[in-house]
């Protein structure tokens, strides 16, 4: 019998229409012919879910009783007799009631599909088991139900139903998914857009990974070893050297240009064991692949080049990223090919990236000035002319004759030439001489001896040996003055690459130390003031002690390695006056960034004292005219308007007081010198007293406060205070018949005070500006204060440790969300509890 088909429709979130589309898909494959039934479908009471499922066959479930409720569960024996062509089975995760021939849903599933039954069926992300502590996380509730992945990724096909979380937080506000006594509940904690947002994207990753692995399963089953770029994957070789976080940030930067790039990083580890690293800066590395978001992978090979191209090949790749070969010029140019070239040739249609930086030879250190050549040279001038002598001869006493004279004496003029030129005068020397000796031997009468028989032929000897001392001295001191000009090339490069991260100013001070760590051949160079690090380039002996010091201000430069010569040291004067400078110019940009606060400090006391001038006289003057009034003799005033006249007074002094707590509050916040006592407290503690003092009752505010709610870590008079602005802006633009509603919960830890109101709201780009001080955005009723209530809720928040932000009310209105976190509880909370 052929297995049938298992089809899932995952969703992100409850209401997605996971159900709903697997109804349009029954109602697709009836019309084709097909014999299609409803197994079990969960309509959760949706109108749309239950018409979708009209006009399809429904197998009648099992009706069970489970500790006193009806349990409707699917019914696998009359499917299973029935035997339809597909048969529609919902949630997928949903655990059976006991006493039924299997425990999970699923298991269900598989015995239909070994039927040969086609199954679809659906499942929400949060469902899977590999994902479900990551699920926990994000939401804060575990989900008890769940599905194997192995079972999920050995269905035929997954299809994903996606919604926008604004959507599908409309849906759920217009009662959709949910009754309308869950809605704000749900709003607020699970349909929050943050969880919806990361919730969607673990579902496209985790589809896109098993898209991933069915393409690579496809590849392998036909042999396909050419790339295909579904999607940018870079690999990124890592050495262990210091040129790494280089490569894996450059290696970053491409993988993000293209949407789902992902980034890989592979070190090459030689079998033996033996091969040069940095096991400190390879774990560096490791940790930069993770933050980048990408992985590390380790290969052992003998073949670094094939290695690598075989690594990224099985994963893939699309780019190749390595650094620029190390290796000395003359080795690169007379040796086997590098790395770099054998990857390029290897390679094929993947794309190969040579990174130049500076650990890896981007920037060259500056030439030494010691010696006219260097030993290796010099030693190699020795090497040709111990080997090229006796070549020569060797070839020469084979087809001399005694008219060759001239030819076999400019043979050997050549050689001494070609050796002063690779090893300088003194190997130039050693060739002369012993050409001379040989020429004298093997091709001068009388000949294999060293004697002369005429004085001619001295003559001769002797000026041959004047011209290779001649061009020995011409060769090197040609190369002195190239190693000065490229020094002086060098130290040109430096001071401009000096001058312009100086004049660049953002991380001026690391580049350059970095640079003179370059320049000079350092195994490290740091720049400290006292025992602080302003900046560090290359691994510093932790017991070393620096070869060289340089004072830079009130700091030290210290270089680590060789000892700096004294063309060295001038330029390291210049770079030390830079580093001077580079400081400065960190400090004084310090120093701006510190004068913003002040200024906007400053502009509120301006604003402060505008309004003292306007809003302040207004309730001040109408008190004082209104006392004065009562106190004139020369007119007799009724009861009334002695009572009305002490009213306004009583209104404008209380109106007065309100201003000045505001302004001393925002003077308070401005300063920074806002005292808060940070207690655990029970919510409605704090919103008693609020409605108490605004005066308002269940007429204007209901409360829905969750049972069982931890007590928040805030202070109780700054809170009473945010509540009661809160409160009161939410009444004030309510509609007169509609009340504002408070609730309170909890979710991961934090605990949430939201007030509701149907008001007329704001666009979501003008939210911050609530929250400036002297905003009343576009209310003109001056008589409602300086604009400074939420300006001071949310610093008293913020002095806390919460948050008062704004979300739109769904339908219409403004939700204030208060978020402070739950006070840790202790296990000795309880004075019974401890006795």
């Known amino acids: 019998m052929t297995r049938g088909e298992l089809r899932v429709f995952l969703g992100a979130a409850p209401g997605v229409g996971k159900t709903y589309t697997m109804l349009e898909e029954g109602h697709r494959l009836r019309s084709e012919g097909r014999d299609v039934v409803v197994a079990l479908v969960e309509t959760h009471g949706r109108a749309a879910t239950a018409a979708a499922a009209r006009g399809l066959e429904q197998v009648p479930q099992l009706m069970l009783e489970h500790r006193g409720l009806q349990l409707q569960e699917l019914d696998l024996d009359a499917v299973l007799a029935r035997h339809p062509d597909y048969a529609l089975v919902d949630e997928l995760a949903h655990s059976n009631a006991p006493g039924l021939a299997h425990s999970k849903r699923w298991q269900d599933v598989q015995a239909l599909l070994d039927a040969g039954i086609n199954v679809l069926s659906t499942v929400n992300i949060q469902h899977i088991d590999s994902l479900n502590d990551v699920v926990e996380g994000i939401t804060g509730t575990l989900q008890r139900e769940t599905v194997p992945d192995d079972v999920l990724r050995a269905a035929n096909q997954i299809e994903l139903v996606d919604i926008a979380p604004e959507q599908l937080r409309g849906r759920l506000a217009e009662g959709i998914i949910y009754p309308a006594a869950r809605v704000d509940a749900a709003l607020s904690n699970y349909f929050r857009v943050g969880n919806l947002t990361a919730l969607r994207e673990l579902a496209l990753l985790w589809l896109a990974d098993e898209v991933d692995s069915a393409l690579n399963r ?65 774990a560096v590395q490791r940790a930069l692949v993770e933050k980048l978001g990408g992985s590390f992978h380790q290969v052992v090979g003998s073949d670094i080049p094939g290695s690598l191209v075989d690594f990224a090949r099985s994963a893939n790749a699309t ?3 390595i650094g620029v070969s190390r290796r000395p010029r003359l080795r690169a140019l007379f040796g086997a090919p590098g790395i770099g070239a054998t990857v390029i040739r290897l390679s094929g249609d993947i794309d190969v990236h040579i990174v130049n930086h500076g650990a890896a030879g981007g920037h060259r250190g500056l030439p030494r000035l010691g010696g006219a050549l260097s030993a290796r040279r010099r030693a190699a001038g020795f090497a040709l002319a111990l080997a090229g002598g006796p070549l020569l001869t060797w070839l020469l006493v084979g087809v001399s004759t005694p008219e060759s004279i001239t030819s076999d004496v400019l043979a050997y003029q050549l050689l001494v030439i070609l050796v002063a030129l690779a090893g300088g005068i003194w190997p130039a020397l050693f060739a002369a001489l012993l050409s001379g000796v040989t020429l004298d031997y093997f091709f001068i009468d009388p000949l294999y001896t060293v004697t002369v028989s005429e004085p001619l032929h001295l003559f001769a000897l002797v000026l041959y040996a004047a011209n290779a001392m001649l061009v020995s001295f011409v060769v090197d001191r040609a190369a002195r003055r190239s190693r000065a000009a490229r020094r002086a090339a060098s130290e040109s490069d430096l001071l401009a690459a000096v001058a312009g991260n100086v004049l660049r100013g953002e991380d001026a001070v690391e580049a350059l130390v970095g640079r ?39 700091a030290v430069l210290e270089l680590y390695g060789r000892i700096p010569d004294s063309a060295d040291l001038r330029l390291l004067e210049v770079t030390a006056a830079q580093l001077a400078a580079a400081l400065d110019y960190r400090d004084l940009s310090a120093m701006a960034e510190g004068m913003g606060p002040l200024a906007a400090a400053d502009r ?7 309004a003292v001038g306007h809003d302040l006289r207004r309730p001040l003057t109408a008190a004082t005219a209104a006392v004065t009034s009562l106190r004139a003799e020369d007119v007799a005033w009724s009861e009334r308007d002695q009572q009305e ?22 003077s308070r916040l401005q300063a920074g010198a806002l005292a808060v006592s940070l207690v655990p407290l029970e919510a409605a503690d704090a919103v008693l007293p609020a409605l108490e003092e605004l005066g308002m009752g269940p007429a204007e505010v209901q409360l829905d406060l969750a049972p069982g709610l931890p007590p928040v870590l805030g202070d109780a008079v700054l809170l009473q205070r945010v509540l009661v602005n809160v409160l009161a802006n939410a009444v004030r633009f309510s509609p007169p018949d509609a009340k504002v509603l408070l609730t309170a919960s909890e979710f991961g830890g934090t605990v949430e005070l939201r007030v509701i109101d149907c008001g007329p709201g704001i666009s979501p780009e003008r939210g911050e500006e609530l929250f400036v001080p002297f905003q009343r955005l576009g209310d003109t009723d001056n008589t409602t204060g300086l604009g400074l209530g939420l300006a001071v ?36 909370a309880d004075p019974a509890a401890a006795l």
């Open 218 to 282: 496809y590849r392998n089953e036909k042999g396909i070893r050419s790339k295909w770029e579904a999607r940018e994957r870079v690999v990124v070789a890592l050495t262990g050297g210091p040129e790494g976080q280089t490569l894996l940030r450059r290696g970053a930067r491409i993988a993000a240009r293209s949407a789902g790039g992902e980034l890989l990083a592979v070190h090459v580890t030689n079998p033996d064991g033996l091969r040069e690293t940095h096991p400190g800066e390879l």
């Open 319 to 321: 780019q190749l990223v």
């Open 516 to 554: 003179v760590r370059e320049a000079f051949n350092l195994t490290a160079a740091r720049l400290r003031s006292g025992d602080t690090d302003l900046a560090v380039s290359g691994i510093v002996p932790p017991a070393g002690r620096p070869a060289h010091r340089i004072e830079v201000g009130e």
């Open 604 to 610: 509120v006391r301006t604003a402060l004292l505008a």
């Open 645 to 666: 006249l002490l009213a306004t007074a009583e209104e404008s002094l209380h109106t007065l007081s309100e201003l000045v707590t505001s302004l001393l509050d925002v």
């Open 793 to 828: 809720a949310k610093g008293f928040m913020e002095g806390m440790g919460g948050t008062l932000e704004t979300e739109k009310t769904p339908g219409g209105g403004l939700t204030m969300v208060l978020s402070l976190p739950a006070a840790p509880v202790s296990r000795h």
